[in-house]
Structure formats: structure tokens, C-alpha cells
């Protein structure tokens, strides 16, 4: 482990860590606060991006920025913090749908972006020239430049994103999903090249949704094949802690899809594409489960409630990539 | 008088007031306030119009707007009142262009706008729905429903209004002015209709600026000769009084294109196409100047400081389209 450490520091590479939100934003944190700098590669999903107003949303990508950042809003888990609700407000009083909040301040991202893609510029660049703005050191990049949206069917027909998780708040029972356009959907540029990186480190699935946040990411075509070609260890953290998500409609999506609410289901749902599997010590006895499985299980403390408990469980997440390296 | 008042009465007909932002939105809020309801018709300028961070964004269709809701901000002149300004701190901070201000409340006319626009609704569906639902009782049009972009010519090059206006606060010194697009814009359907209706009372040319607010709207195709051919009076309310104008550049304006800063001059600018023309007791001395262009002058207040001197304002010109009509 030693040597590894140091041979680590020495000949640095990328490391890809798969998010959607909320979970996925709290582990990318820890992870920016490694000294990787431009090597910790944070994807973050599109599929739940959505055109709304004329806007281009695309609320992942942006908990990812807005966490990074400092700006986020930790109560809500979404937005930024100490934001005002005037054009929400307004819109109402206008008539406008007003069932997706909008804040102020979040609006400026919003109306910022959609311009620079009417522009020609790709959510790449856009996402870049944001990030180097707030002054993120890591590189954040959309899963895709092209669009993909995630379709949740359900037993009263399909479902737009944010129509089952905002306007519906999740109610709808979940029977699958639909990812539209991701069969011509390319993998973003940097992502690519990283997944072929010789030097590359890891491959971390933070605790984010694994049907609606990490498998838009997985399903993009040569994802999967190229995480499962590359010597890097894929380590995933489990979203699901005593049976219960952290946060969002993870275990209820479980349940409706009839598996268990457990994290070692998460860990056989991603299969053979994992090496390493982070689990809570509250669900510690499903390490042998996990191990029976072929994938090496680590139980931690696995909720994240502090700063100081993201960096740990990023660190810890790291170590065991350098244990299972090549 | 008093016989056609009655008349009036009992036969309404249309009353056209073409609007720049500022002065012509007062004198229409004075309008609006003399039971004219659909009767009264607010064509408003659209070559200050322009599109920003991907908006559509309609300054003086908005002051007209907002203005009519009751909701201005009437210290600025622009925008709503009690307004937000956490998207423009947030744009700041995301290296966006910040030199034209938009207020958080203000945000959700122009997004709902945009919106809408790319939907196919045209301005006019638009700015219908919008002052339905904030209950303003006369119509409010935009002067087309194709974009018309007036361009400043300066002696450093020709500007995009909003350029000059806002961004360069009116500095360079102007030669001329072109209104893209005037040539292929059709003039809005009910202000084509008004024009051309037997019942037409009047067209009032509010004190709005003369060159960027009010040319715009004479110029489009046919406008002009309709407002000859109807036997409806037209009558112009001066935007300068005592040489100044009331708020805006109309007077810099005058005085770099040669011409005196003037109400006279003003008179003399729209020629024979007034029968009637309302300037200041400042400039009373004026008054027989306008006569001899064989426009019909009326002395009187023009400053409208309060609601009663707007709505008294707004009598008096309509006394006069009564006295001067068929």
C-alpha cells in the first residue's frame, strides 16, 4: 500500500467518478478535496436534463457545480443557497408553469447556458467555462453532449423525468425506464479518454440512483465494455443504507421493481462490472453476500452528513482503489 | 362638443395610441382609465426589441405592460416595482453579460415570452395571454409580429439600440437611424384593423422618443398612408418640453442631428401628418408656429407627475380628437 501510495503521487492519473445528485455530489466533494485537481473527472448524468420554459436544465450537472462550488444549497439538496423566489412568484402570477422551482439566483446558470448552446457551444464547453468561473478545480463534464433523456415508465404509461420526480413527486409506480436517444448518444470526449487512459485510477459509481443517475452513464454505447476492459478498479458506493435511500426514490423504485430495498441487491444490480463495493456498517451483514458475489466489499460509515465524513469516505473509497488496482 | 361626446358614447370606436416606453406607457395608463376598455389599442414599438442571453426581450411592450398591471417601477422607468436582483449578481458571477439589467421578477415575463415565442405563438398570442392575465382591459399590441430592429447610427458606426441605449448610456453622437427588417414587417393585424375602421376616433402619437420609438411604428409598410386616409384625427402629444425631454435621449438626439431642441420641432418632424398637436405651457410660445404648419395646437400641462395629471392629460386629448374628428 505504501508503495502504491507513493507510486500513486508520482505517476497521477484520472480519476472517474459517476454522478447524478445529490449522494453522487456529496462523495464528488470528498473526492475534490484529495488534491487531485484536474485528475478527479466528475460525469454527471443528462438524463434527467430538461427543456422547461425555453430553458435548458440540468439539475445533476448542476448539484455537481453548485456543490464543488461552495454554493449549494444543503438544506434543499438542490439549488443554491440563500436564493430568492421572485421569478417564481412572477411566473405564477403570469400564468407560466410553476410546478419546477426555479430560484433567482439558479435562474442566471439556467438562462446562461441555454444562450451558449443556442450559440453552438456544446454543454461541454458551457459546463467548462462555468466551472473554471466558480473556480472548481476538478473537471465536471456532462456523460454526453448529446441529449438523453430519461423516460420513467409507469404503471399509468411513460413519464418524463421530471414530470415522475418534481411534478408527480415520485407517486407513480415504477415499472422501467426508457433512456431516449441513448443509442446515439456519444460518451463525452474527456470521459472517453479517460475510461482509455492507461494510467487511469479508478472508476467510482458515488451513491447516487443507480436506475436514473448511474445507468444513463452505464448504458452510453462502449461504457460499460470499456469500464470493464480497463485495469482500474469500479468501486461503488452503496445509495441505499438499512434499507432506506439517504435521499429520493431509490428503495421505493426497489420495491416496485421487485427486488429488495438492500444494498447488496444494488451491488448484484451492477454485477460483474464492479470490483469494489462500499457498504455501511449497518448493513454489514451483507459483506459476504457481496464477497460471494465476486466483488470486494468494504463496510464503512457510509452517511455522509459533514464535510469531514465526505473527504473520509473519499479517501477510504481511494485507498480501496489503490488496494485493487493493477 | 357636447353633442359629439354624446355621439361618443354611443357609438365607440377604436382609439389608437402609439407607444414608445416611459411617456407613452403614462398617457396610456391615463387612457386606460376613461372607460375606453378593448376600445383603447396600445401599439407599442418592437425596434427596441432584441434578443439577450437567449430572451426575447420587448422593453417598451413591457413598460406599457407593466405600466397598465399597476406594476412599474415608476422611479426607474423600467421594470417592475419592489423588484430582485439575485440573477443579475449570479450572471456577474458566472461571467455572463451584465451590462443590460433584468430584475428576478422581471425574468419571468421574458422567459414565459421566449418560451411561447418558441412554441410558434406569435408576440401579439403572447402579450394577449400576459395582459389578460394581469387584467389590463385595453389591447396591447406590438406595432408586428415580425422582429423590426432599429439600428443607431452614430459617428463611430451603427449600434443595436439596446447597445447604444443601455450598454453605451446614449454617448455616441447619432447621425441617423435604420430600422431593420421595416421593410418586410407587416404592421400588427388589430392595429391594421383599427386603422382601416370607419369608427377609428383617434390615433394619439404619445411623448415617446419621436425618432426610435414613434418612426418605427409610422414607417412600417402602409401605417402612414392609412393614418392619412383615415378621416380620424391624429394627434402628438410633445416629448420635449422647454427644450428637454422629459426622460431619454430625444433632445441630444435633436440637437446632433441639427435640428432645435424643440416642441415645435418635434410638430415639424411628423409635418402633415398631425392635425393636432398638445405642447406644454412652457412652450406656449410655440403655439402659433404649430398653427401656421396647419396643425391644430392645444396648450396645456404636459409633465405627468401624478395619475390625475396622466388620466387629465388623457381627457383632454381626447376632447381634442372629438373637437378635430369628422
Redesign the interface.
Known amino acids: 500500500m505504501a508503495l502504491n501510495s507513493q507510486a500513486d503521487d508520482l505517476l497521477p492519473g484520472p480519476v472517474i467518478a459517476l454522478s447524478g445528485g445529490v449522494g453522487g455530489a456529496k462523495l464528488a466533494l470528498g473526492l475534490s478535496r484529495l488534491d487531485l485537481d484536474a485528475d478527479l473527472l466528475v460525469v454527471a448524468n443528462v438524463g434527467d436534463d430538461f427543456e422547461h420554459?425555453?430553458?435548458t436544465i440540468c439539475p445533476d450537472l448542476d448539484t455537481v457545480t453548485y456543490t464543488l462550488a461552495g454554493l449549494s444549497d444543503q438544506e434543499k439538496g438542490w439549488g443554491?443557497a440563500d436564493?430568492?423566489w421572485?421569478?417564481?412568484?412572477?411566473?405564477d402570477?403570469?400564468?407560466?408553469e410553476s410546478w419546477f422551482n426555479l430560484?433567482?439566483?439558479?435562474?442566471?446558470?439556467h438562462?446562461?447556458r441555454?444562450?451558449l448552446l443556442?450559440e453552438g457551444k456544446s454543454l461541454t464547453q458551457v459546463t467548462r467555462?462555468?466551472t473554471l468561473?466558480?473556480g472548481i478545480a476538478a473537471r465536471v463534464v456532462p456523460m454526453s453532449d448529446d441529449p438523453v433523456r430519461t423516460m420513467v415508465q409507469t404503471s399509468n404509461g411513460a413519464l418524463a423525468f421530471q414530470h415522475y420526480f418534481v411534478r408527480d413527486r415520485c407517486e407513480p409506480v415504477v415499472t422501467g425506464f426508457v433512456f431516449d436517444g441513448i443509442a446515439g448518444a456519444r460518451p463525452q470526449a474527456d470521459f472517453l479518454a479517460a475510461l482509455a487512459d492507461p494510467d487511469l485510477r479508478a472508476i467510482i459509481i458515488t451513491p447516487s440512483n443507480p436506475f436514473v443517475s448511474i445507468d444513463p452513464i452505464l448504458d452510453l454505447p462502449g461504457v460499460r465494455a470499456a469500464a470493464r476492459a480497463t485495469p482500474a478498479p469500479v468501486i461503488a458506493v452503496s445509495p441505499i443504507v438499512a434499507g432506506q435511500a439517504i435521499k429520493g426514490p431509490a428503495a421505493k423504485m426497489m420495491a416496485e421493481l421487485g427486488m429488495p430495498s438492500s444494498a447488496l441487491a444494488v451491488a448484484e444490480h451492477y454485477g460483474d462490472l464492479l470490483d469494489g463495493f462500499v457498504l455501511d456498517h449497518g448493513d454489514q451483514d451483507q459483506a459476504d453476500a457481496v464477497a460471494g458475489l465476486g466483488i470486494h466489499p468494504l463496510v464503512t460509515g457510509t452517511v455522509m452528513v459533514s464535510l469531514a465524513d465526505r473527504v473520509r469516505l473519499a479517501q477510504e473509497v481511494l485507498a480501496l482503489a489503490r488496494q485493487l488496482g493493477p
Open positions: 420554459l425555453g430553458l443554491r436564493e430568492g421572485r421569478f417564481m412568484a412572477a411566473l402570477q403570469l400564468g407560466g430560484g433567482d439566483s439558479d435562474l442566471a446558470l438562462t446562461l441555454t444562450g443556442a467555462a462555468i468561473k466558480l
